[in-house]
């Protein structure tokens, strides 16, 4: 199957059918860690534009257009007074909604008519769950989406973030191909020793399958339900349950497993070459403990990117491959990100050749199509949420857990979310 419309939903500035479609929905604009209170401005890079984040003498963030609409300086550079921030070229000052509250060089400092005609780019921000979100959409926000990795108490959370040198849909669908996971994942999985020193390889050579998997997958009101099957012997599998969500989130189960807790991944365009992953850990029961942060996150340096990286060819161990990992790279981030960048910063898709594994991604593609002709058609698209009684979902399952084998996965889900009700 070749698929035809990877430049629709690869591009996102403002101007474009699926930047429209991502501004519909409040999108992570920076961890609040990097906005701390009292802390400088910050700029932003968000869905193609350029952009200030700062907090305001009460410490609610603001984001307002990277340059300011006197004279276009650097607001980045701006103070932080008198109730919003301050351009160093001329001192026009802007609230964090855009209004334009001085103009010193002006008499009277720019009358109230004069001041009120400028109308600074500013976008609504929120703090939730350790992220700053905004919604860089028209019109009135919707409700920001109460998921339970952003609702926990702190303690029983993690949140990072980690640059992505490629499109925010590749990343995206890494998430949504669980074929991957029994290969690129594990060191030692459906590989076979062939003697003392020499290389192991693939169980069952050329043509093989790496294990008794089944997918499958149904669209729901808030995006994708994918449903991951391996067989364990002869009366058992183990079944994964996890979600595409509307527009870039995908939630999946993590490293605690069962119904403790799960993770989530949000894509985010930087522009239509990079993007931000941010990515969540929650526990539904308790705090985190350490060892579970660090077995899962990416380690990042300077300006939060991935230590292992292209430049260093994730630092891959062929040496390892003999004997011990699969690809030879430590860790899924890095993993991850070696196949994904690996395609370039926007895969042609063109030349791709989907198979029945990539059910789950042809389904996200074609809802983010259908998405797309909702916006054009003036409607909101899926999974915007505007009425506070549906701003809850316990049908939202992620589970990971090891079923009898004549388990029909839908039943089982009708099970676990009346336990959620």
Known sequence: MIFDDYDVLTRTDAS??????LRRYWQPAALSEESPPEGPPRHVRLLGEDLVLFR?????????????SHRGADLSYGRLEDGGIRCIYHGWLYDARGNCLDMPGE?????????AAIRHPAYPCCERGGVVLAYLGPGEPPLVPDYEFLTV??????????LQECNYLQGNEGNLDPTHNNLLHHPNRNLVHTGAKKYQRFLGG???????QSIDAEVTDFGVRLCDMTAMGSDQKNLRIYHFVMPNLTMFPGPIQGRGGYSARWHVPIDDLHHWRYEFIFHREGRLSPEVVRGTTTEVGEGYRPVQNRANRYLQD???MKTESYSGIDGFG???GCVLEGAGAVQDRKQEHLVSSDRVIVAQRKLLMKAIGDVQAGKDPPHVIRDPARNRFPHMIIYAGVVAKSVDWRVHLKQLQAESL
Do not use: F, Y
């Open 318 to 320: 062929r040496n390892s």
């Open 16 to 21: 474009t059918p699926c930047g429209e479609l």
């Open 153 to 162: 108490p702190d303690h029983n959370r993690h949140v990072s973030k980690a």
């Open 206 to 212: 050329r043509g093989a399958v790496p294990g008794l």
């Open 56 to 68: 305001d003498d009460q410490g609610n963030p603001g984001l307002l257009g990277l340059h300011c």
């Open 107 to 115: 008499p009277d400092g720019g009358n109230p008519p004069r001041r």
């Open 334 to 336: 890095a993993q991850d």
